[in-house]
């Protein structure tokens, strides 16, 4: 209907200026192809200013079928030239949206070669179904067609390749015109790319599983889905609940939740999730899915386990005292999520085959929440234990496990870069080392041919080189300078004038350049345990945008006047400046400055003794002055209700062949806070400045308040120790965290913080058309508007935010009101960016995790020492306890009851044994009943842990804690006085690190690690940062949740060493 | 759900239209011998047929009779087998006196009734296909008639209609984008005047893109009027041959 309808409504342009581009598209010959740049007229109007490159030796045209079947194939960069049919787009349409909009997302994408071409609304390469002719053939007609129109408008100077998988078709078209090629997919991939291993590989295991479909059949495992349009009626109605799978990660096999977040529910009264249990009832949904669930009978709702369980396969049914909730049953999938997946290929033994068909293997996901993927290939054998990149295809109501194929070997299972690339794959993350391309973007600065600051630049800019003293502080060796600070007194006295200045990004990257694009893929640096993918190439991120101490650079300004004595904000002034830093401080020799001790300015050591008085006066004055409007600030804030949840952090000092000379514990240092403060001011005032210029999209962050019933656990776990939290408002919650100290063990307070730090919201990204406006809230900093400008070189959203500081800018000189970006647009970037992050945050723990399993496992838990820490109880479960280990910043489960059904009891030394009996939990206390007699364990009880690596080879490894003592382990710890205050505890988590860089440092001179650090050509102390992240992790500080609180600064240490 | 995608990103509309192109436009006057005037105007498949009678004395309750201009009388009706499901009843629907009022209001503003007093003016249009935008054909349609009655006008009076996807407009909408859920707006213009004989719009919109949404309707109404311009010349020229002027 839709091709009789385009073929009838010719165009009529209504008026003369319509000329152009259509009628080109239509009327080919009255402007004949000139040869060079022209010819490509069609492409760039059809696809938006997208080009086929003129050097390549053929253009290839894809028919239907190959479209719908291999896209996956036509994704790979390598190749070039693709242009993509109207026909096959519409093929692919039918199959399913999604894939509709992974081609939409190719043809946009300006890194792939590849065009659209809208055969169908050309005249001369339209033909019309004929009677009788499948859909198949006409659609292959069509292609041919094109390809045949495409051959000639291009005066036949670029030969034609279609391909197709209909072996007729090659018969039938390919000896009809010279320059157009017909063969088959295998063959185009033999003939033209016979390198590309990778998509030899993708395409016999893409054509393995399309002949396994063929011969599908046997009985139904599961029910049907129902049809959308039922779906959605239910959903009306109230019947069915729409909402997001999410698998259990610890009993996968049963329970999953439906979370109704986000989604319009019309059940109000159901303020829980709903359960759904048991596969059956999953019914082929796979986690992250959007499904639709029919809820049970109340008499067939169940409650969620809360005992501990070891891993996966553990059918514990044990019914608990937690309350029945909604349960119910998938009925329906409206989106599938399946992204790709790492799986591992099972060793091989002749049991395991169960399977009739030799060549399919049942591939174990990564992650455990994600079922078994069948996979057809007949590489099974050179496989074996290897992680593999899969995609799903497809989950029939027959079988019992997924269909998948194979995409991509990652490695064997157990080595360090495979389990790497494994995190980042399984966070979809892709880090590709910048394209030539992409390089040639940036401008060169070398030292044959330096880089300059542009006239024209200097005349624009407002010039701060002579008139400001600018200075950065940053952790010592730090190579991306992001911001720089000023103050001075102007020249009455009575006004102060405070800068910030951030690097400009922006002015290097263009927006929708090439750049631009991989930096919006990224959105952030991803920080690894023992590497760094940066968001920028290093030219800017180290060099060009870095604001380096005695360089001139673009910088991008806020400058503040403030009254010299109430402090109160007078003027503010936005801008694009010129600065020159003229001194590159550390943390600490700024506050060695501000002591007033003696320090060495590396940038004086030349200066005469009276100009250097002169100039470090000056110098330690303006610290001063910084350090006072800084404390001003952070008073303001903590009477609005800022939260504070940072602990100590310590952190380590490198030289120039990054050794570590000295482990400095930061908290003492007061210089950090200003900082921090300064950023987050000029963060806040710029959220202002946006907001007001662009009420509906400007790009904010906002942190939401915390549920209240998500205190719970700590309210209760504060109660048991006679304190109690206030959590109604922030303010509220930042003192009573202040007042529940214990004087006897310092760390109670920690925990407390660092569950409080749980219960919080994420703060995220947002575009303020999307809120209303009393959601701009940021709960954490206790600001009503805030957003990230301040490390453009680290964070998409810092670059968003620049542009739209310029663009508010140019409006207030009088220039056109011009938004980069609707509001739409904004919301859409704001949510990758989050989801980025996330991911980022999570591949950082991940990794983290990986090398504490690699630096135990290398133990013996029975003789090693290292192996035994004191641990601290800090919630009680069904069947164990969870602690913490401050040595090394390690939370996991103790079990009180093994598998046997045996319990912990402990004899009269403190030591413990397994011995049969019972587990009896109340609310701050569990108590175990056996022969032996009993043992109790309180909240905050410090016990001693034995730490031993259970390793998986389908899975992550992971750390197995097992009671040995319920007293605390011997050492310093145990003795600890009352009278010890934090300070004390700082320096005995320094010698603790001390103590752990000498065996980072002897485990480096190992010397298999050291081969896998040439193989890999990783960072040249992989395990030195591994153990920084240790250390850091001891302060507690990144608990999963980053509130903000300081995060311009929340890296130093990768900063430094990377 | 999202539904069919009115605009692909290369452009182009469902029938391989670009944003602001109109569907092609045919017509003929004079289709009937019998009636004053006559005419059929086909806007891409939407087909109509609008037949004029009068100015003649009131007919039917004489009450209505205007004692300065003459009344316009509309009639609108589908023919029953216009649309995809075949049509019960042709006229009298809400929908077609609702269609009926918006024309004899466009018409009043139109055609130049105060040198008619006392008497009457029958329009009637018939949608022969229905394939979105009937109103606007309807409009189209029903110039020509009058035109070809030799009943004096301000000016040719054009109406398209408009939808609004992805902050674009899109001129002409044919029956799949018109079901396709986004909102639209008709409008009936006096070219030369810029003149707006007509504006009806029942969906949301935010009031921020009224403004360029009625820009691409009047645009697209001029390029309807030149088309019908066209029409009356060349059926001049043919009808002065005839008589042999």
């Known amino acids: 209907m839709k091709h009789d309808s385009s073929n009838q409504h010719l165009t009529q342009l209504p008026t003369s200026t319509h000329t152009p581009e259509n009628q080109q598209n239509l009327q080919p010959d009255q402007d004949p192809p000139q040869p060079g740049q022209k010819q490509h007229k069609v492409e760039e109007t059809a696809a938006g200013g997208k080009v086929l490159p003129g050097d390549l030796t053929h253009y290839v045209m894809p028919d239907a079928t190959v479209v719908v079947d291999f896209l996956e194939i036509l994704e790979f960069r390598q190749l070039q030239g693709i242009v993509f049919t109207q026909t096959a787009c519409e093929a692919l349409q039918s199959k399913g949206r999604r894939y509709y909009n992974r081609l939409r997302n190719l043809v946009k994408d300006p890194r792939h070669d590849c065009v659209l071409f809208a055969n169908e609304f050309q005249e001369y390469s339209y033909c019309p179904r004929e009677k009788g002719e499948s859909q198949d053939k006409w659609m292959t007609r069509c292609v041919y067609s094109a390809a045949v129109w495409y051959y000639n408008h291009l005066a036949g100077m670029m030969s034609m390749v279609m391909i197709t998988e209909d072996q007729e078709a090659v018969a039938q078209y390919s000896s009809l015109n010279s320059g157009v090629f017909v063969i088959s997919i295998q063959d185009y991939l033999q003939n033209f790319w016979p390198e590309l291993q990778a998509a030899h590989e993708l395409y016999s295991s893409i054509s393995q599983v399309l002949q396994e479909k ?617 949510h990758h960016i989050n989801s980025k992050n996330r991911a980022a945050q999570r591949a950082q723990n991940l990794s983290m995790a990986l090398f504490q399993c690699l630096y135990f496992k290398e133990k013996d838990p029975q003789t090693d020492p290292r192996c035994v820490a004191n641990a601290v109880i800090y919630a009680i479960r069904d069947n164990g306890v969870l602690v913490f280990i401050p040595e090394y910043g390690v939370k996991g489960p103790v079990y009180l009851r093994n598998k046997e059904g045996q319990v912990v009891s402990v004899g009269p030394d403190g030591g413990c044994d397994w011995q049969s009996g019972s587990v009896r939990r109340h609310l701050d206390r569990i108590s175990t009943e056996s022969v032996g007699g009993s043992a109790t364990f309180r909240l905050f009880e410090h016990v001693t842990v034995r730490i031993s690596v259970q390793s998986s080879s389908c899975h992550a490894d992971s750390l197995n804690l097992e009671l040995i003592r319920n007293r605390p382990h011997g050492g310093p710890e145990a003795q600890r006085g009352p009278s010890q205050g934090r300070g004390q505890l700082v320096q005995e988590v320094v010698q603790e690190a001390v103590r752990l860089v000498q065996e980072a440092q002897q485990r480096e001179a190992r010397p298999r690690l050291s081969k896998e650090e040439k193989e890999f050509s990783q960072t040249r102390t992989p395990n030195l940062y591994s153990l920084l992240e240790e250390v850091r992790e001891l302060a507690l500080r990144d608990l999963d949740l980053d509130l903000d609180l300081d995060l311009d600064r929340s890296h130093p240490v990768c900063a430094t060493t990377a | 759900m999202a539904g069919l995608e009115l605009l692909s990103d290369q452009g182009y509309r469902l029938d391989g239209r670009k944003a602001t192109e109109l569907r092609k436009v045919q017509a003929r006057m004079g289709v009937f011998a019998q009636a004053d005037g006559s005419a059929y105007l086909e806007q891409g498949n939407t087909k109509a047929l609008a037949v004029v009678y009068g100015p003649h004395e009131m007919r039917g309750s004489r009450s209505r009779t205007l004692h300065d201009r003459a009344f316009i009388n509309c009639q609108y009706s589908m023919a029953t087998f216009s649309t995809a499901e075949r049509k019960r009843r042709p006229h009298g629907d809400r929908k077609s006196a609702e269609m009926s009022l918006h024309l004899k209001q466009t018409f009043e503003a139109a055609v130049m009734t105060q040198l008619y007093p006392r008497s009457q003016i029958d329009i009637y249009v018939k949608i022969l296909q229905s394939d979105g935008g009937n109103y606007s054909t309807c409009v189209n349609a029903a110039t020509l008639a009058v035109i070809d009655a030799g009943i004096p006008m301000r000016d040719y009076v054009c109406a398209c209609t408009v939808g609004f996807v992805d902050e674009t407009p899109l001129a002409d909408l044919c029956y799949a984008e018109e079901s396709g859920g986004m909102s639209s707006l008709a409008l009936a213009l006096l070219p030369r005047g810029g003149q707006i004989a007509l504006l009806q719009m029942d969906a949301r919109l935010h009031q921020d893109h009224l403004e360029t949404l009625i820009e691409a309707a009047m645009t697209a109404c001029k390029g309807v009027s030149k088309v019908l311009d066209e029409v009356v010349r060349q059926h001049l020229q043919e009808v002065s041959v005839l008589t042999g002027e």
């Not at chain 1, 059918?315 to 999938?333: F, H, L, N, Q, W």
């Not at chain 1, 169960?354 to 060549?359: G, K, Y």
């Not at chain 1, 010592?476 to 001075?488: A, F, I, M, P």
């Not at chain 1, 000189?813 to 609707?822: H, L, N, Q, R, Y």
């Open chain 1, 214 to 830: 063929e011969g599908e059949d046997s009985q139904k495992e599961f029910s049907e889905h129902l049809p959308v349009e039922v779906l959605e009626a239910g959903i009306k109605s109230g019947r069915y609940i729409q909402g997001t799978l999410n698998v259990s990660k610890h009993r996968a096999q049963n329970e999953a939740f439906i979370t109704t977040e986000g989604l319009s529910s019309r059940n109000t009264d159901l303020s829980s999730d709903v359960l759904v249990f048991g596969g059956k009832h999953r019914n082929r949904a796979v986690h992250g899915d959007v499904v639709v669930v029919e809820l049970l009978p109340k008499s067939e709702w169940r409650g969620r386990t809360t005992s501990l369980t070891e891993g996966q396969g553990d059918e514990k049914t044990e019914d608990d005292d937690s309350s029945a909730m909604p349960t119910g049953r998938v009925v329906g999938i409206l989106q599938r999520n399946w992204r790709d997946y790492v799986v591992t290929f099972p060793t091989r033994d002749g049991t395991q085959n169960q399977s009739r068909n030799s060549q399919r293997i049942l591939a174990i996901p990564w992650d455990r929440r994600i079922p078994k993927i069948r996979i057809s290939t007949q590489q099974a054998e050179a496989l074996q234990d290897h992680r593999v990149v899969v995609r799903m295809d497809s989950w029939d109501s027959t079988s019992l496990y997924p269909n998948g194929h194979s995409v991509r070997v990652l490695g064997r299972a157990g080595e360090l870069e495979t389990e790497v690339q494994t995190i980042l794959m399984e966070n979809c993350i892709h880090v590709p080392p910048f394209s030539d391309a992409q390089l040639r973007e940036m401008p060169l600065n070398s030292p044959e041919k330096p880089w300059k600051v542009d006239p024209v630049q200097v005349r624009r800019r407002r010039d701060l080189r002579g008139t400001h003293l600018v200075f950065s502080i940053d952790p010592r060796g730090c190579e991306d300078v992001d911001d720089t600070l000023s103050v001075r007194r102007l020249a009455d006295g009575t006004l102060l004038e405070l800068g910030v200045h951030i690097a400009d990004v922006t002015h290097f990257v263009q927006e929708g350049s090439l750049t631009d694009l991989e930096a919006r893929t990224r959105a952030t640096t991803y920080y690894l345990a023992d590497r760094r993918y940066d968001m920028l190439p290093a030219v800017l991120s180290s060099d060009l945008c870095s604001l380096l101490g005695g360089v001139d650079r673009y910088a991008m300004s806020v400058m503040w006047e403030l009254d010299a004595h109430t402090l109160a904000v007078n003027k503010v002034w936005f801008g694009r400046t010129l600065i020159r830093s003229s001194y590159q401080l550390h943390y600490e020799l700024a506050q060695a400055l501000l002591n007033g001790e003696p320090a060495d300015v590396p940038e004086l050591e030349q200066v005469g003794s009276e100009e250097k008085d002169a100039k470090l006066a000056e110098l330690t004055q303006a610290l001063e002055m910084l350090t006072h409007i800084a404390r001003h600030l952070r008073a303001q804030r903590d009477r609005g209700g800022a939260l504070e949840l940072e602990g100590v952090e310590v952190r380590a000092q490198l030289d120039e062949d990054r050794n570590i000379t000295a482990l400095v514990p930061r908290q003492p240092l007061e210089v950090h806070e200003t900082v921090a403060e300064c950023m987050i001011y000029a963060n806040h005032w710029v959220a202002r400045k946006i907001q007001e210029t662009f009420p509906s999209q400007a790009l904010l962050r906002r942190h939401p308040p915390p549920r209240q019933e998500l205190f719970r656990q700590l309210v209760e776990t504060a109660k048991a120790q006679g304190f109690t939290v206030d959590t109604r408002t922030n303010k509220a919650l930042a003192d009573s965290l202040d007042r529940a100290v214990d004087l006897q063990d310092p760390l109670v307070n920690r925990l407390l913080r660092m569950m409080a730090t749980q219960a919080m919201s994420q703060a995220m990204y947002f575009s303020t058309g999307a809120q209303p406006q009393d959601q701009y809230y940021h709960y954490g900093l206790a600001l009503d508007r805030y957003t990230h400008f301040t490390s453009p070189i680290r964070r998409y959203a810092d670059i968003i935010v620049h542009r739209l500081l310029t663009a508010a800018i140019a409006m207030d000189t009088g220039a056109e009101p011009k938004a980069p970006g609707s509001n739409k647009e904004v919301e859409e970037t704001a």
